[in-house]
Structures are given as C-alpha cells and as structure tokens.
C-alpha cells in the first residue's frame, strides 16, 4: 500500500468555490508538505505542517493536520482558474526521501 | 538566484541507446535527489545524493541506471541501453539542509525522456 495517498483522485469545481483535498498515510511522520504541478511542469512547493501542529494557513490555502487519524487536508478557498493543476501531498521517510502519493486533479471551471 | 535546473527538457532516444540527465542545484545547495513520474502518477523516489557521495538509491533499478553528484558540476541521472518503459519525466530536487527531514526540496522543471 502507497504512504500518501489523495482523494479525490480529480475534482472539478466552479471559479469562487472552495477546494478540500485530502491526504492520508500509514506510518509515523515529523511533516506533511503539499506540492502543485501545473500540466507538464516541475512541482511547486505550497506548504509544510508539522507534527505538532493542527492548522497552517497560507494565502488561500489552509492544511490541516490530523496525526491521530493519519491524515491532512488541502483547503484552497476562492478557487480561480490558475489554481488548475495536481496538488500531491509528500512525507519525508528515511534519508529525506519524499514519498507522494497519486495526486488530485483538479480543474476549475470559469 | 536561479532554482534547480534540468537540462535538457526533453529527450528523444532510440531503444538501446544511453540517456544522460543533467541536474544543477539552487546555489549553495548540496543535497540532490532524483524522482522520476510516470503519466498520471505521483513522483516516486529513486536516489538522494550529496557531493560525491550516494546516499541513498534504495528508489533506483539494479541495473541500467546510476547517478552521480561530482565535487564539481552538475548531477548526472545515466540510463544505458534504454527501453520503452523508461519512457517517463524525470525531476531533480535540491536542499540546502540535512537530518530530520523538516525540510523543503525545490523542484526543477524535469526532462521528459521518450523511448521510441
């Protein structure tokens, strides 16, 4: 089984609304981070949370984090166009390695 | 300050032929790893080097494929004798920082190797 994984694998909302991904993984970890991928580009880096924190806010973006249940969520409110891509969450395991999982799609429609 | 830069960006190669990824950190860093994706996948994980050393290649196939971080220049994914199924894009990521991994990697652009 795949440490990191997202649902809903793509999700396709109006411009304005707000969108929730969500992330679980299996073992111990000290961070979550989310990364976005525009089509056909690197990763962007959006937010680290740690394990010792609930909530993290960035701009638009709100992460949370639920050890106890092994997961975290992705809140993008006030969607716009540009926010279109995959949104994958990663956890550092071993040597700094990150670990992914299968990534959002997601699509805002104008 | 420029980021990570990949190079190049895309890449052609005929079946059996060698493919070389060149990676070059954000300054000042000197911890590199290697991802590589397939389509409509996440990243997965292949090799975490730092200068002249590999540190972990627990991510990269037995045979076929090899990195390296020199003391000087870039990082270098190799791929011999290439087949279809190497057919993917493959990032590099740097960090400034070691231990703990409460850290943040910064993403190149990838190259996108083709396998025809």
């Known amino acids: 089984s795949q440490q990191g994984e997202e649902d809903p694998q793509a999700l396709s909302i109006q411009e304005g609304e707000n969108a929730t991904m969500n992330c679980s993984y299996k073992?111990?970890?000290?961070?979550l981070q989310w990364y976005r991928q525009n089509s056909g580009r690197g990763l962007v880096h959006l937010i680290l949370?740690?394990?010792?924190?609930r909530e993290k806010h960035s701009g638009r973006l709100r992460v949370t984090l639920d050890t106890s249940k092994k997961s975290s969520s992705l809140l993008i409110t006030a969607s716009r166009a540009a926010d279109t891509a995959s949104y994958f969450c990663a956890t550092p395991r071993g040597a700094q390695k990150l670990v992914f999982g299968q990534g959002t799609r997601l699509t805002i429609n104008p | 300050n420029a980021g990570v830069m990949q190079n190049p960006r895309h890449l052609v190669r005929r079946r059996g032929q060698e493919a070389r990824l060149r990676c070059s950190p954000m300054k000042g860093h000197s911890h590199v790893y290697w991802y590589r994706q397939l389509p409509e996948e996440g990243l997965k994980f292949m090799v975490y080097l730092q200068k002249e050393n590999i540190i972990d290649e627990s991510g990269m196939p037995k045979e076929r494929f090899s990195a390296e971080f020199p003391k000087e220049g870039p990082s270098i994914l190799r791929i011999q004798q290439v087949v279809r199924g190497d057919s993917a894009a493959y990032f590099c990521?740097?960090?400034?920082?070691?231990?703990?991994?409460?850290?943040?990697?910064?993403f190149g652009p990838g190259t996108r190797l083709t396998v025809t």
């Open positions: 073992t111990s970890i000290n961070n």
């Open positions: 990521a740097s960090s400034g920082v070691a231990g703990g991994g409460s850290y943040e990697q910064y």
């Open positions: 949370i740690r394990s010792n924190e």
